[in-house]
Structures are given as C-alpha cells and as structure tokens.
C-alpha cells in the first residue's frame, strides 16, 4: 500500500512530459494551480468521507493516506513551484509567493500591481496569487485534519539546510545521483526524521560515515551519508526518536563539500536500493 501511494501521487503531480531539443526530459507544469487544489480536496475528502472498502482493506487504506500526507503535500508544493517558475513572469513572481495568509482578491490586485509590470503579466500574476493562496489555505486544512494522527517527522538537518531537486544528476561511472543533497555548515547536527531502529551504521568508501534506519510508523527506510560523526551510541538495532541527534554533518567518503546525502526507501522494511526514490517531495514539506 505504501508503494502504491507513492506511485499515485507521482502520477496524481507529475504530468504527461514535454521534449525539447534542449531538454531531452522536462515534466509538465500543471494547468493551473486551481487544478492542484482540487487534488488537495479531494484527498481531505476521502480523508473525511473514506470510500466504503470496509475490512482491513479500508482500514489500510485510510492508514496509507495519513502516513503519506507529508509526501503527498510536499508533491503538491513541488508542482506548485513548476507551475509559478514557468508561467508567472519574473516581474511579478516573486510578489506572489510572498503574498501573506488571508489576503483578499484587491490585497492581491493592489500587490501585484505595486510592482509596475505590463499589463499581461499584472493580469498573469493577479490570477496566480488568487489561486496560489486557495492552495495554501487548502494545505493547511488538510495539515489540521492530520495533525494529531499523521507520523512525527522532522527535517533530517537540525535546523535547516538547503537543497534542490538534485535527484537524477549525474555522477561518476556512468552513475546517477539516489538522492538529494542538503547542503549546512560543517559538524551541523543531522537527527532521525522519524521514530525507528538503526539498520546499519558503518563506513563505505562512497558514503563515507553512514546510517540506515527504519521507521516505525511506515516502514520507510531512510540512508544518511557522508557524516562527519555519529554519535557513539548509534549501533545496529538502536532505537531512535524523530529529532535525535544522530550524527554531524560532514564531507566522508567521496563528497566534495559538506553537505548530508538523504537516501529514501518508501515502505521497504529493510535496506533495498533498488527501491530508492527521490524524496524532494518529502524533504520540501517536513524541512519548510
């Protein structure tokens, strides 16, 4: 069930892709960010009004939409990003994404209209910022409606980092990049994104200092790379809570700079790295 929610919400965001001579791969923005809200309500509905499966099968299914909100929110936002970075213009985008919770139609008229563009990208980013707040205020309902039942996370970097969509990069060998990097200053703490047990923590030529962990709650297996040091008393089947300081952030192995390699293994129960996924969308949400 897990897999299959993951791959849903990989074809509920991502779609039909576009070729350029250029750009040999680039996936589609969506039509409009309203198109996304009407994802985010009806995901609250089958929350709040669960299809009639009945059984373990309905109970399964209401478990997977709850453990797998903070990725599904997190794709939402990632498709959101497209959406602006391809059809706003410049000149106005950046009034838009800034534009405060529960500002009104004229809040937003008046904002975008502050920044002097011409007419076409006024009437462009009018429409954006109306649209792009019913998304937010739709997140955040369903963020509420999961609060209390939705698995603890937190960003695996103890107080932020910065990362980018990275998954897919090439590497070395002919290689492509299983992850994505997130970038802090040297010995910054990395902590367990969720509540589970160490599956291996041991030294690799490649990944340098690294750790594997299993979470509780979902199954996931979440890999940790490159550190700089692990705390002495993470061993093989050591228990850890969401935001235990685990390690610190570092450049083992082969990295340039310091950064933490986050690999992610949805439902896998143990390390399987044919299962790695790219966990961007997740990342976006738990590390805003």
């Given at each position: 069930?897990r897999?299959?929610?993951?791959?849903?919400?990989?074809?509920?965001?991502v779609l039909?892709?576009?070729?350029?001579?250029?750009?040999?791969?680039?996936?589609?923005?969506?039509?409009?960010?309203?198109?996304?809200?009407?994802?985010?309500?009806?995901?609250?509905?089958?929350?709040?009004?669960?299809?009639?499966?009945?059984?373990?099968?309905?109970?399964?299914?209401?478990?997977?939409?709850?453990?797998?909100?903070?990725?599904?929110?997190?794709?939402?936002?990632?498709?959101?990003?497209?959406?602006?970075?391809?059809?706003?213009?410049?000149?106005?985008?950046?009034?838009?994404?800034?534009?405060?919770?529960?500002?009104?139609?004229?809040?937003?008229?008046?904002?975008?209209?502050?920044?002097?563009?011409?007419?076409?990208?006024?009437?462009?980013?009018?429409?954006?910022?109306?649209?792009?707040?019913?998304?937010?205020?739709?997140?955040?309902?369903?963020?509420?409606?999961?609060?209390?039942?939705?698995?603890?996370?937190?960003?695996?970097?103890?107080?932020?980092?910065?990362?980018?969509?990275?998954?897919?990069?090439?590497?070395?060998?002919?290689?492509?990049?299983?992850?994505?990097?997130?970038?802090?200053?040297?010995?910054?703490?990395v902590?367990?994104?969720?509540?589970?047990?160490?599956?291996?923590?041991?030294?690799?030529?490649?990944?340098?200092?690294?750790?594997?962990?299993?979470?509780?709650?979902?199954?996931?297996?979440?890999?940790?790379?490159?550190?700089?040091?692990?705390?002495?008393?993470?061993?093989?089947?050591?228990?850890?809570?969401?935001?235990?300081?685990?390690?610190?952030?570092?450049?083992?192995?082969?990295?340039?700079?310091?950064?933490?390699?986050?690999?992610?293994?949805?439902?896998?129960?143990?390390?399987?790295?044919?299962?790695l996924?790219?966990?961007y969308?997740?990342?976006?949400?738990?590390?805003?």
């Amino acid at each position: 069930m897990r897999r299959l929610l993951t791959a849903l919400i990989a074809a509920l965001v991502v779609l039909p892709s576009v070729a350029t001579a250029d750009e040999p791969y680039a996936p589609a923005p969506p039509r409009s960010l309203r198109e996304l809200t009407d994802l985010v309500e009806d995901y609250i509905d089958e929350l709040t009004h669960p299809a009639p499966f009945g059984g373990a099968d309905g109970v399964a299914r209401q478990d997977a939409l709850v453990a797998g909100v903070d990725l599904f929110i997190g794709s939402i936002r990632a498709a959101a990003i497209r959406f602006m970075d391809s059809r706003v213009p410049e000149a106005v985008r950046s009034i838009v994404n800034d534009l405060p919770a529960g500002t009104s139609a004229l809040g937003v008229s008046v904002a975008v209209a502050a920044a002097g563009a011409d007419g076409v990208s006024t009437w462009i980013g009018e429409e954006a910022g109306v649209q792009l707040l019913a998304l937010r205020e739709a997140l955040d309902r369903l963020r509420a409606l999961v609060a209390d039942a939705a698995p603890v996370r937190v960003c695996p970097v103890g107080g932020g980092a910065f990362f980018t969509d990275d998954w897919g990069g090439d590497r070395p060998g002919e290689r492509t990049h299983k992850g994505n990097d997130l970038y802090a200053p040297l010995r910054t703490p990395v902590v367990a994104i969720e509540d589970g047990v160490v599956v291996q923590a041991n030294w690799h030529y490649a990944g340098g200092r690294q750790i594997y962990f299993r979470a509780d709650a979902t199954g996931d297996v979440y890999y940790y790379a490159h550190l700089d040091y692990w705390a002495k008393w993470i061993w093989t089947g050591t228990r850890v809570a969401a935001g235990d300081v685990i390690g610190l952030l570092g450049q083992s192995g082969n990295a340039d700079t310091p950064h933490l390699h986050f690999g992610w293994m949805p439902g896998s129960g143990d390390i399987d790295l044919e299962n790695l996924q790219n966990p961007y969308p997740l990342l976006l949400e738990i590390c805003r």
